[in-house]
């Protein structure tokens, strides 16, 4: 239908083929049968043929059917305006995004349908998830701080008595007590310097990450016979002004992370690079990957799938690239490996 507003010839039916809004059009028992252009893209699929009078429900979820089902009722047969939910969809090509969708009846010729309008907020659900993310760590960070103040004073009162009691008495079992007593402290310190980098007074400097990344390297030296690097440096002019120890310790524990995923032989890759305000550095392994469920664990202090490990690497990465403005994303797949991206603004 053509309406004349004001000089205007308006085809609604062009306009809906190309809203920036993803638009259905769904029959009572979820198919689709009607899909605009930007549905298309937002699903990847090539041509309207491949999803018409397929159910809505192939694009979701198996969790989400039920939740469908059950609006498309109301829709239907209350022809109810329904409120927006967050939902989650699958592409064609098999990724999963996070959805918008608004649902309400759409009457025609006599029939009731529903429309359905969906809109890709993936992008926001990721900035959400690292502002949550960075705001669990900061508050990790102060409990542990405050935990460390409080069990360290006892500790090393104990330390003392101890000192004095063996200056009256000699005991193995003294000795072993200190020792642990000071791996106890140890470990409180070590807490209470990843979880706040920023009680660290190191002035800001400008540091060159690309001659750094390479020096670290040399750390590794004795366990580069099994892995392989690849190096892959780009815009070495940029620099990055930040806290250059606590930088550097941080890829540091990314690089021997990476190390220590691979069991046998296998390739470890870092790219630096420059992009719109900031320095990207990726580091990639080959190595055993990282389950999805482990992800999300990844940098709370103490999580550590190691005999030997304190889990406390990723703290201080997660904290100190935070301190610096900038973020960290991982994407892992076992078996196959994993990266950690790291974005540092310059500014
Ligand atoms: N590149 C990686 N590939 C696979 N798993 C990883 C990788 N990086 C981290 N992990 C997982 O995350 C856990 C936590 O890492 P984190 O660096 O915090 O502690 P850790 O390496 O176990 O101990 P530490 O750093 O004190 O030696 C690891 O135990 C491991 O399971
Ligand atoms: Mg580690």
New binding site residues.
Partial sequence: MNLKIQSLDIDFHQLIENSLNAILILGKEGEILYCNKACLKLLKVASPDDILYKNLCVFLPLDFHPICKERLRKVMKEQEILKSIEAKMIKSDAEIIDVEVKTAPYLLKGKVYAQVIIQDISDRKLTEKLLYDREKLASLGQIAASIVHEVKNPLTAVKGYLQLLKESQSHNYLDTMETELEKALETLQNLLQVSKPDLHDEPFVSVDLCKELESLLFLFQEKLYKVKVELDLKDPERKVVGKRNLLLKAFF?LI???I??IPDKGKIRIEHYYDNGSIHIKVS?T????SED?VKM??TPF????S????????QVFTTIHEHGGDVSIQ?SIGEG?V?HVRLPTK
């Fill in positions: 524990n021997k992370n990476s220590e995923a392994d190595g055993v990957g990282i482990k990844l940098g999580f550590s799938t190691k030997d490990g304190t889990g406390l690497g990723l703290t892992s994993t950690f």
